[in-house]
């Protein structure tokens, strides 16, 4: 029973190009939400979503900043023109329903190095 | 004002001793509480879920102080695989899914 997925694991791109982080949920789990943790720094929610739907993206920067769940594929997050800022640890997590019982279960995370 | 507060730590305590964290929240409507577990460069854990009556799962207990918007975690018998970053986790309430993570407790257990 695989977990939660995410590739690519480490992920290294020039100022003003765009990334995409792609997520997997554990099979059975329809609630997948994003997170991005920045060196020495907590956990900041991004987005929640469940397969074509955003539920909710209180996090997410207002700007160059995407995500998706498709009905078919992986949940993406897309940074378009990435800044040394977007540098960071992107996690993906899922749960079956909602995260209020049963917590989440995370992936391994992307590292985003902007160079 | 945090959403959810820990002392950084770091904690440093000798193997076999007892320690405690606490957290407190800000969110008086939140329901759900977990602790996490964070290794370094590793993703987060699901430690154990808190439970309004306490909860023990081995060496560790959870507590849940709702009066006073706070939780705790204790570790008996500590080992120097229980080094880590210890993460208090809150749902967001009112209605809303969603977590609220603190920014951990990093604990250094020392042979």
């Known amino acids: 029973n695989a977990g939660v997925m995410q590739n690519p694991r480490h992920l290294v791109r020039r100022r003003g190009q765009e990334a995409r982080l792609r997520c997997s949920p554990m099979k059975g789990h329809s609630h997948v939400y994003w997170y991005r943790q920045l060196p020495e720094e907590g956990l900041k929610f991004m987005v929640y979503l469940q397969k074509e739907n955003i539920i909710d993206e209180s996090g997410m920067p207002k700007e160059r900043f995407s995500a998706e769940f498709p009905k078919e594929g992986p949940s993406i997050l897309r940074i378009q023109q990435v800044v040394r800022g977007d540098s960071a640890a992107y996690f993906c997590?899922?749960?079956?329903?909602?995260?209020?019982?049963?917590?989440?279960?995370f992936g391994s995370g992307t590292r985003l190095t902007v160079v | 004002r945090k959403e959810v507060e820990q002392d950084p730590g770091p904690f440093n305590v000798p193997e076999g001793a007892t320690v405690a964290f606490n957290c407190t929240y800000s969110n008086s409507a939140s329901q759900s509480f977990f602790w996490y577990r964070q290794d370094c460069r590793k993703e987060p854990k699901l430690l154990m879920s808190v439970y309004s009556s306490g909860n023990e799962d081995g060496r560790f207990t959870a507590q849940l102080n709702r009066a006073s918007q706070y939780i705790s975690l204790l570790i008996r018998d500590s080992k120097l695989s229980d080094s880590a970053t210890y993460l208090c986790v809150v749902n967001n309430g009112g209605g809303a899914d969603g977590l609220t993570f603190g920014k951990g407790t990093h604990l250094i257990i020392q042979p």
């Open positions: 997590a899922s749960s079956p329903r909602t995260g209020l019982l049963y917590g989440y279960t």
